[in-house]
């Protein structure tokens, strides 16, 4: 860096001088063509500017002709030096002298670090991590190596440091004060980090990021305190969204037995469903089934009293005997759960989300552009005959697995066109463009930054992790407080937003109430709802966990 910065001063140093010498050479030249060609003599100084106003174009004044042959090929040739000396030198030479000069600012040397994390290179894996960071005002550093990222880092009021730890390892001479040290850059360059880190007295806590978990087990050796690879986690998490057999769409489902079912209904622009409040709909009245609750944009809510509104194309999660969820099939398009995964994009992601499906007995169809064992469709997603030739209209999910978000939001818009119906699941580089992935018509988009900022979130701002699958969960309570009201009709109940789907009364379950049914204390409640919805519940009722019964 230093010699670089050298090279560039004495370049500037030689063009300064030269400028004056050339400026010297042609106003000499001018004067005694003007005193021997032209016969028209000038004196020295009138040589000297006319030479520096044909060289910046600042005009000849009283010098526009000339008549001999020699002294015109000069003239029209000077103006060209001129511009070759402020339009080529001045970009190679004074521009970087003045970039290295303001590369300087940047600390190359890391500042006190009491009480403070580093990151060691930045990028997607940490982006919403470090925003994170900002909102609680707990401070880090970044160490960079790339000196365009530094810069933007720098003006995005990041504390940044520049350098070359393989050319000046001293740049991490006070890591030892660090709270914590975050490896985000290549495998090699975390390990060289680690090393380091540790060489200077280093004892905190180290969390390496690896692209691959076989170099898990060596890192740790050489000093790490935990290995992760974010990249597996993200293609696990995609898996469980495209497979129930790996997470089940709701946990407890069993408690109920066969007499009650749980059903994904995509709701359509055009659906009776769509855009309306449950109080109009009545579907507990008319039909017999409860809405639990509805999947838009990623997020689950729960439904919270009749003026909940059915987004238009959500995924509703309805509870019901079989038959009332058939009545609802005719108001809203069934999400299928049989047929082949459909998975776009070979990569490290795609690949490990194949793995998890293939190790779940799934059946997987492969798109991707080369050809490679394991490519079942070699195509363009964005192509129809690609998706023809997977049959992904008659698939139970699509994962896109890509590694552009520009190309992934255009694959979302093909895909979704081409197949409305069909679930859509889309990897994400980088968490910020999440939004856009979903209004081009995901049902789940999940980033690497999103999964690896809340593992490192749990381990360095204490937080509870919260799980990328907030899945709908069936448990049994005792009556409660609960005890003399309906089931379906208490203004507390719908707060809270979970639902009473069942009631266990004398070994009998009951799925349907009358108008006159009131909970009695020694009944059992099938309580449905998300972990949070159905923790309300609990606090506002007081009820504790029924046993399950005895078969």
């Known amino acids: 860096m230093r010699k670089k910065s050298n090279r560039t001063s004495r370049g500037l140093f030689a063009l300064l001088a030269v400028l004056p010498l050339v400026v010297l050479v042609l106003g000499t030249l001018y004067m005694l063509g003007m005193n021997h060609l032209e016969g028209s003599p000038r004196t020295f100084l009138q040589g000297l500017q006319w030479a520096s106003e044909t060289m910046t174009n600042t005009g000849y004044g009283a010098d526009n002709h000339w008549s001999h042959p020699v002294m015109a090929l000069f003239v029209i040739v000077t103006p060209f030096i001129g511009q070759l000396l402020v339009f080529l030198i001045f970009p190679v030479l004074v521009l970087p002298y003045f970039e290295e000069k303001f590369e300087v600012r940047l600390p190359q040397v890391l500042p006190p670090m009491d009480g403070k994390v580093l990151f060691y290179r930045f990028g997607p894996a940490i982006e919403s991590l470090l925003v994170e960071f900002d909102g609680v005002k707990s401070p880090f550093v970044i160490f960079e190596e790339d000196m365009a990222q530094a810069r933007s880092l720098r003006d995005r009021g990041y504390n ?226 690609s998706l023809d030739k997977a049959r992904v209209r008659e698939a139970s999910a699509v994962v896109l697995a890509l590694s552009d978000d520009g190309e992934s939001v255009f694959a979302t818009a093909v895909v979704r066109d081409y197949a409305p119906e069909v679930p859509l699941i889309v990897r994400v580089l980088r968490t910020p463009n999440t939004p856009r992935i979903y209004r081009s018509g995901a049902d789940f988009a999940i980033s690497v930054g999103q999964v690896a900022g809340q593992i490192l979130a749990y381990h360095l701002l204490g937080e509870q992790t919260i799980h990328v699958e907030n899945r709908v ?61 159905l923790e309300r519940y609990q606090q506002e009722f007081e009820a504790t966990s029924a046993p399950e019964a005895q078969g």
Not at 279 to 286: S, Y
Not at 487 to 499: H, I, Q, S
Not at 500 to 520: C, P, T
């Open 160 to 385: 940044v440091v520049f350098g070359k730890l393989a050319e000046d390892p001293s740049a991490l001479s006070r890591v030892e004060q660090a709270r914590a040290l975050v490896c985000n850059a290549g495998d090699h360059a975390n390990a060289t980090c680690t090393l380091l880190a540790r060489e200077y007295g280093f004892k905190g806590p180290l969390y390496a990021l690896a692209d691959d978990p076989l170099y898990r087990a060596p890192m740790v050796q050489i000093g790490a305190t935990e290995v992760f690879a974010p990249s597996h986690v993200l293609g696990a998490a995609l898996a469980s969204r495209a497979s129930t057999r790996i997470s089940p769409p709701a946990e407890g489902m069993h408690l109920l037995g066969a007499q009650v079912g749980m059903a994904e209904f995509r709701v359509h622009t055009g659906s009776p469903l769509a855009g309306k409040r449950l109080g109009e709909l009545h579907l507990r009245e008319q039909h017999g089934v409860s809405v639990i609750g509805q999947w838009y944009g990623g997020v689950f809510t729960t439904t919270k009293g009749p003026d909940t509104r059915v987004q238009p194309g959500c995924i509703l999660v309805v509870v019901g005997i079989h038959a009332n969820l058939e009545k609802v099939e005719r108001m809203a398009m069934p999400i299928r759960r049989a047929g082949p995964i459909v998975v776009a994009g070979f990569g490290a992601v795609g690949q490990k989300v194949i793995e998890l499906l293939h190790d779940a007995g799934e059946t997987c169809t492969v798109i991707d552009r080369m050809a490679a064992p394991g490519v079942d469709v070699v195509g363009n997603v964005l192509e129809w005959s």
């Open 473 to 533: 969960k069936f448990i049994r309570l005792n009556a409660a407080k609960l005890a003399g009201e309906h089931p379906w009709r208490c203004e507390v109940l719908e707060r809270t937003g979970a639902k009473v789907v069942a009631v266990e009364r004398d070994r009998e379950v009951l799925v349907e109430f009358g108008d006159g049914f009131e909970v009695r204390p020694d009944d059992t409640l099938f309580v449905c709802g998300s972990v949070n919805s």
